[in-house]
């Protein structure tokens, strides 16, 4: 199976997982970018879900081929809860687990979206997903973020979101550095 391929079949059962449980999610990170139009490899699977540790869902997870390992952050950190899930046979999924209300705005404003040669699935809106990258504010973010403003339109609820989250000055300069 081709990587791409396993991406997709992960991708595809986690989605499903979700949706039969009935957990609000999207995707979010490089697949995000790339279901956006801006082509970028990424060696793992993030996604944004409005989940929380408890043995039952552990258990569910374990019989779908996942080994899930829940992490805590520190109380400044961005990222208070993360479920990271491995198998045996795709790449790793990182879900951030939407812990505030501005997280699950997120995932209920998410667009679903055919990635190429994969699954429909619910996708972080661009101008969220932007946002995320702003917050994170790593180089490969902040690429993203300029390759992203020079792909898509006008995006009229940027500024306000980019503001809400403490970020609107960033997302000035990556817009000048980009020409975007």
Request: charged share 25%; proline share 9%; glycine share 8%.
């Amino acid at each position: 199976m081709t990587q791409g391929g396993r991406f997709e079949e992960t991708l595809a059962n986690l989605t499903a997982f979700f949706h039969e449980r009935g957990v609000p999610h999207a995707l979010m990170g490089g697949l995000a970018v790339a279901a956006w139009g801006a082509p970028r490899a990424t060696e793992d699977i993030d996604l944004l879900a409005d989940v929380s540790p408890s043995p039952e869902l552990d258990s569910a997870l374990r019989a779908r081929g996942f080994e899930p390992e829940w992490r805590r952050g520190a109380p400044d950190d961005p990222i208070p809860l993360l479920l990271r899930l491995r198998s045996s046979s795709g790449p790793e999924v990182d879900a951030v687990c939407a812990t505030r209300p501005w997280e699950r705005e997120i995932i209920s404003r998410s667009v679903r979206l055919h990635l190429p040669q994969g699954p429909e699935i619910p996708v972080v809106a661009v101008e969220d997903l932007i946002v995320l990258k702003l917050v994170a504010g790593g180089p490969a973010d902040l690429a993203d973020v300029a390759d992203l403003l020079q792909r898509v339109g006008p995006l009229p609820e940027l500024e306000r979101r980019a503001a809400a989250r403490g970020v609107l000055e960033l997302l000035r300069q990556v817009r000048a550095s980009a020409g975007a």
